[in-house]
């Protein structure tokens, strides 16, 4: 929310400048987001009135106007605004004058002598807009200075709530807030009753009372609809960032700013009948006042005559029933709307409004007489009118129900750490407006009906500590014995991993949990994923299954930044349903590690020639974090290139995948060309073979080379792990280096040359130990495999 700093202290001023203001404001959970001046520091500017201009002699689009700056005689300034009309008041920069860039001086221009500068508001640093000069009201004191007139040393200052203080949603709000803060007066505005002076009513009925418990209206007739809105309303709207429309809405919309109390103003005449608050019906439509058509859900409440629907309660009026420049007598409405009946409402529709965002965080309850009485007095004040009698419907029964909270001092100062009196818990909870009465523990403490967060009796001490001052709680180091847990030798934390990664030139990210569903479509082929039931953002609307989705679009990203090489890696928490289709909660949420590379598979250098990162550069990296134990295995992704894609596997369990994205996502997302990546269990990566003393051999290794003929649905991992089982102790490795197919072979087969280097740490091998053991595993290949020794 932003508001105008003048305005507040109009309300509470406290003796704080504006900095320890702000401070005071954010450390009592009011966050100032942003301090920003009305108008950028100028000196030597004043109101002048334009007596008298002539046309430049040298110049066409030039005037020499004769101007009044109340000095006593009149100043020669050349000007060339287009709007320059005699007797108009503007501000006027006079000699000495240093305005944002630039300091004024006499001058000649084209041959004419000129002794100030008219002013536009674009000079001043007020506004972007470049329409001429900036015209005051006739009334404006010649003479005057600038900044004081228009109040230009004020600041707007920009807060941001969270959503349990729709309590300081207005000025009323934060300056109470403010007192009870510093312990300074403040005072509102005086609401007094207006008595009506013309007898014309409108009937109210509560069709939803659960929903709108509270509804006042009143009918205020012979308006003047074309009555400007007074400069310091229009002052004080432009600064909270709401825009002058007319002078009724105008007065809708600072109500609603001063009090907090959202208004709306129809055209009576526009009005069938009863108003009635209720939920839609069969056929119900409407023509909202942003030009949006909408038929409401069944669970948006209206307000409505006897023949059609008038508004969206508590969210937006209709365009039909709105006022406009022929309205001559105008209905008020003031509700109460529950805020479980408005949340969400806006959003479904596609659009936020400055009502529906207070009413679903809670207005006062208590509240839409008085803002009634302020809004009338405003209206008859600025645009003339008789006032009708106040309509009130109200079921007491559904307002919401206030309940005493007990609060126990000694858990307050023991919650708190602190020593707070009990004269000064009872006197910080009064001067939040609330109604305290002693109790035998402590007090009982009744919230005030703008406090919707109040219910529990850490609330109340959470209440004191903002008043006592966060800054003036002490922190305090607890005193006890730290031990810090080992890790488990055969377990390596997250953090090396990320290390290792880093080291292999990978960037680390982290993108959101929630997703683009066709993300999960294309990248892990989950046509059910876990659906959020209030995304942020329509395009985020499903849990991710997988992490593949969030690195394409950080590829995609830096792409559109026009990269030229992208390694990047993700360790993120995936989300996945149960046999039963329900998302799977906690820590059962399995955690995942994946990364990504495009481009060159080692950056612009003299040493090696440029070449595109491949399947084998990615291998290596996942081999890097497995070890040797890793074993990979032809695989089908819906994620990669069918191809050129491998399941990865540790002890016989699949713990992830790598490959090279599918061409039709590389086509589909604007990769250009298709990266290569990899996910795996980030538990099977933590995981780590210990190291096992072994002899060094005293004797020289024997190495034999041999090939075998395969079926073509043999892989070398699957020759290898059968001669591995096979093999004795004194087989030290077993290695493919080479795969043919073709000539001299019988179709459908394939042989595989694999190196065997065989020793004993003790003694030298015999050529009958040796041949003993190779024929032992091309036995077992033979059986298990159907494969041949090659001649």
């Known amino acids: 929310m932003q508001f ?29 987001e942003e301090v920003e001046p009305v108008a950028p520091p100028f000196t030597g500017v004043v109101i002048a009135q334009i007596v008298s201009f002539e046309k430049h ?34 501000p006027c920069a006079t000699v000495g004058a240093k305005l944002p860039g630039f300091e004024i001086k006499a001058a000649k221009l084209r041959g004419v002598e000129s002794f100030g500068m008219m002013c536009s508001a674009d000079e001043l640093g007020m506004t972007q807009a470049h329409d001429g000069l900036l015209v005051l009201p006739d009334d404006a004191p010649v003479g005057a200075d600038m900044r004081d007139y228009l109040s230009l040393d004020d600041r707007k200052i920009t807060i941001k709530l969270t959503p349990n203080r729709a309590d ?21 505005p005086t609401a007094q009753p207006v008595l009506p002076t013309h007898d014309e009513r409108r009937a109210v009925v509560l069709e939803a009372p659960q929903a709108c418990p509270r509804y006042v209206g009143r009918i205020v007739s012979d308006v003047n609809v074309a009555a400007v809105t007074p400069d310091w309303m229009k002052q004080r709207l432009e600064r909270c960032s709401v825009r002058s429309i007319g002078a009724v809405v105008d007065i809708t919309n600072y109500v609603m700013l001063e009090l907090g109390q959202p208004m709306h103003a129809f055209d009576n005449d526009k009005l069938s009948g009863a108003v009635h608050v209720r939920m839609p019906k069969v056929g119900d439509s409407l023509e909202l006042l942003n030009g949006q058509t909408v038929e409401p859900a069944a669970d948006i409440l209206l307000i409505a005559d006897d023949v059609r629907v008038l ?41 936020s409004s400055d009502a529906s965002h207070r009413f679903e965080r809670g207005v006062d309850f208590e509240l839409p007489r008085a803002a009634m009485e302020r809004a009338t007095a405003l209206l008859l004040e600025i645009c003339g009118g008789k006032a009708c009698p106040v309509v009130e419907s109200v079921v007491a029964d559904a307002l919401p129900h206030r309940t005493a909270v007990a609060v126990r001092p000694s858990r307050l100062r023991r919650v708190l750490g602190i020593e707070v009196s009990d004269t000064d818990i009872q006197a910080t909870f009064v001067r939040l407006g609330m109604q305290v009465s002693p109790s035998v523990e402590g007090f009982s403490v009744m919230p005030p009906s703008y406090r919707f967060d109040i219910a529990i009796e850490e609330d109340l001490v959470e209440e004191v500590a903002r008043v ?46 929630f997703v683009e569903e066709a993300w999960e479509t294309d990248f892990a082929g989950n046509t059910d994923p876990a659906r959020l039931a209030n995304p942020i953002a329509s395009q985020l609307a499903v849990m991710r299954s997988s992490l593949i989705g969030g690195l394409v679009g950080v590829l995609a990203n830096n792409l559109r930044h026009r990269a030229d090489r992208v390694r990047v890696f993700e360790i993120g928490r995936c989300f996945r349903k149960d046999a039963a289709g329900t998302p799977v909660a906690g820590y059962d949420q399995p955690m995942r590690i994946a990364a990504l590379a495009w481009g060159p598979a080692a950056g612009e250098q003299w040493g090696q020639a440029a070449r595109k990162v491949d399947f084998y550069d990615v291998k290596g990296d996942v081999e890097s974090l497995l070890g040797a134990q890793a074993v990979f295995e032809a695989a089908v992704h819906p994620a990669l290139h069918p191809g050129r894609s491998a399941r990865v596997m540790l002890a016989g369990a699949a713990v992830g995948f790598v490959g090279e994205l599918h ?79 073709g000539k001299g072979l019988e179709p459908e087969t394939r042989s595989i040359a694999l190196r065997l280097v065989l020793q004993h740490t003790e003694r030298t091998l015999e050529d009958a130990e040796i041949d003993q053991a190779v024929k032992a595993m091309i036995a077992a290949a033979s059986e298990k495999l159907g494969a041949s020794l090659r001649a």
């Open 4 to 32: 105008s700093e003048k305005w507040l202290r109009s309300l509470c001023n406290p003796a704080l400048d504006s900095d320890a203001l702000c401070h005071l404001l954010t450390m009592a959970g009011l966050e100032v």
């Open 57 to 90: 002699p040298n110049a066409d689009k030039l005037k020499v106007c004769m101007v009044d700056i109340g000095a006593g005689s009149l100043q020669q300034i050349v000007c060339g605004a287009p709007n320059v009309v005699a007797g108009m008041k503007a």
């Open 168 to 188: 300081c949603l207005s000025l009323a709000g934060i300056a109470r807030e403010l007192a009870a803060l510093t312990d300074t007066p403040f005072a509102l």
């Open 311 to 351: 508004a969206l309660a508590g969210v937006m009026g209709g365009n039909d029933s709105g006022v406009t420049a022929a309205t001559q007598n105008v209905f008020l409405e003031s509700a109460f709307f529950q805020p479980d009946a408005i949340v969400g409402r806006a959003r479904v529709l596609g659009f």
């Open 468 to 513: 006592v001052g966060y800054d003036n709680i002490p922190a305090v180091a607890p005193v006890a014995g730290i031990t810090m847990l080992s890790l488990p030798e055969d377990r390596q934390s997250p953090h090396r991993v990320r290390r290792a990664l880093a080291a292999r030139d990978y960037h680390e990210v982290i993108s959101y949990a």
């Open 663 to 741: 061409p039709a996502w590389a086509q589909k997302y604007d990769l250009g060309s298709a990266p290569v990546l990899f996910e795996l269990e980030l538990a099977a990566v933590l995981t780590r073979k210990l190291p096992s003393y072994v002899d060094v051999a005293k004797q020289p290794a024997v190495r034999r080379d041999i090939a075998l003929v395969v079926p073509n649905g043999v892989s070398a991992v699957q020759l290898q792990s059968v001669l591995q089982a096979a093999a004795n102790e004194i087989v030290r490795s077993i290695d493919v280096f080479d795969v043919y197919s």
